[in-house]
Every structure is written in C-alpha cells, then in structure tokens.
C-alpha cells in the first residue's frame, strides 16, 4: 500500500457484487477461485479503483472486462473479476464441516479518514442458478468495516504507528451434502475393522489366522488414514478423521488382546470358558464400536 492520502471528510464508495461462480475450492493449498461482477459508484475521481483496487486475500486477480461511466458529475465502474482466493480451512467435522468463504475489497491508495464503503445491498448477490457441486450455499452476508493495519506506512506524521482502510466484505456460509464422501472414505477403514472382527468366530485352532488378520487390519485402517490426510491441510486439532480412525485402532488392538487372552485360555485346556470369553467380547466390542461412531459422527452433522 501507498502512503495514506487524507481528506477533510471521507467520500463514500457505494459498492456491491454478484457472485457467477464459486469453483477449484482445494483444501489442500487452502485456496478457491471466485467469479464475480463488481461495481462501485462515487464522485471523487482520484479514487481511481481500476489502479487502486485491492483484494487482500487475493492470491491472483484477473479483471476480464471494466467499464467507466463518469456521467453526471459521478463515477459508476463495473468491473468482472476472477480472484484466487487464500483461506483457512474448519476441518474438526471434516467431511461435514461448514467453510466461510470470505472477500474483501480495499482502495490501496485512500485510507477511512478518505474514503468509507457503503454496501449496495439491493438485488440477489449471486446467481441463484450456479451450484457447488457437493456444497450448499447456506448463507452470504455483505457488510462493511475498518481494517486497522499497525503501521504507519513510513507517514512521519501520524502520531500513533497505525493505519485504518475501510473495506467492503462479503462472507459466504457453504455445507457439504456430506454422506456419499464420508463413506468414500471410510468404507475401507470400517471393512478392515470388520475383518478384524471376524476374528472372534474363527475356531481357536486357527489362532495364526486370528492374529495374522487382525494386523493386516491393523495396517489397512493406518494406509487409509494417510490417504484421507493427503487431501487435508496439516492442522494441529484433533479432528473426525483422527477420532475414527484412531478409535478404529484401539478397537482392532482390544481384539488382539482378547484374541491372546483366549489363546491363553486354551493352553490352559479352558476351550469351552475361551469360547465363552470370545462371544461376550465380540458383542460387548461390536456395540461399543458402533455406538461410539454414531455418537462422534453426529456430533460432527450438528457441528
């Protein structure tokens, strides 16, 4: 940004935008790409938004088309833009997590003490044809506001190291329609613990077979779970795709310490009190499996 240029009274800056599409959102680089039609009216003509206008959470912007109509003693500009978006990601509920999608416009050149937005809030804001595949558009809601920037910009003469710009901001609320992807990616996990689970009704002269199915469950639920964290970004929460999966863990694991109990039964010429042992802790580990997922995947639907 420019060293501030200050004004006696701020100018307003009536602005407003409709949303064509919302597209290439990538969870993995924390990014989506915007397109938009974008108009401002005022009467100062320094303002300039064709060179001044900026984007904050822009990666890129594109300006496709603009016009200028500066009629009447008034500017009215209509620009289309398509903006690479950065953003964080709400990834605790993933896959049924809400985002906020979130742009905001600034002049680059002009702080609040010169120009103020004011929302044109008339009309629909985006194309109510558009979808986001696998998303629903919630809510959007337009506001305006100050951003204060600690930092004077280099201006010795400002008193105090901060600088305020006003801006125009346009948050959009999406929810995913999230069953299919969820057992897309945790149909395997739940296979392997059922693999496991098996376990308990092999004889017990097979126990080579009880244990040696349990770790290759054990390795399949680990191989899924590095899959699944390749589409996500690094987070530091414990999130629903570590909650399953890690319980999932501890689940095969209890089978394989039930599975050496009985073995240990067995050498102990307890057969029918090892068999008794295996039933009990196949339906006892069943419930407790299913009723702890249903419990954390609900939590996850009402976020």
């Known amino acids: 940004m420019a060293i501030p240029v200050h004004a006696q009274q701020p100018d307003t800056v009536y602005s407003g935008v409709y949303i ?9 680089d924390k990014e989506y790409t915007v397109t938009m039609w974008l108009w ?37 500009m209509l620009m289309k833009l398509q903006c690479v978006m950065k953003d964080s990601w709400a990834t605790e509920n993933f896959p049924f997590d809400q985002q906020k999608l979130r742009f905001s416009i600034e002049n680059s050149q002009f702080d609040s003490k010169s120009l103020v937005f004011a929302a044109d809030t008339a009309g629909k804001h985006f194309d109510p044809k558009f979808t986001l595949r696998g998303w629903n558009v919630d809510s959007l809601n337009i506001s305006t506001g100050i951003k204060k920037y600690e930092t004077a910009f280099g201006d010795q003469s400002l008193k105090k190291p901060h600088t305020e710009y006003s ?12 069953f299919g992807l969820f057992w897309k990616m945790f149909l395997g996990m739940y296979v392997a613990f059922m693999i496991a689970y098996m376990c308990f009704y092999i004889h017990a002269d097979s126990i080579d077979s009880r244990f040696g199915l349990s770790v290759g469950a054990l390795f399949a639920v680990v191989g899924n779970k590095y899959i699944v964290d390749a589409t996500l970004p690094e987070s530091t929460s414990f999130t629903l795709v570590d909650t399953l999966h890690g319980l999932t863990l501890m689940f095969i694991l209890c089978v394989i310490i039930c599975n050496t109990f009985s073995l240990k ?4 010429n307890q057969a029918e009190r090892g068999r ?9 580990l069943l419930t407790a499996y299913i009723v702890l997922n249903v419990i954390f995947v609900y939590g996850a639907t009402r976020g």
Do not use: W
């Open 20 to 28: 064509t599409s919302i597209h290439d959102i990538n969870f993995k």
């Open 40 to 76: 401002l009216r005022y009467k100062n003509k320094k303002f300039d938004f064709l060179q001044n206008l900026e984007v904050p959470q822009a990666k890129t912007v594109t300006r496709s088309f603009s016009t200028v109509d500066s009629s009447d003693n008034k500017i009215y």
């Open 167 to 178: 801006n125009y901001k346009m948050v959009m609320v999406i929810g995913r329609n999230a």
């Open 265 to 268: 039964l067995i050498k102990h």
């Open 276 to 284: 008794k042992f295996d039933f009990v802790c196949a339906q006892a």
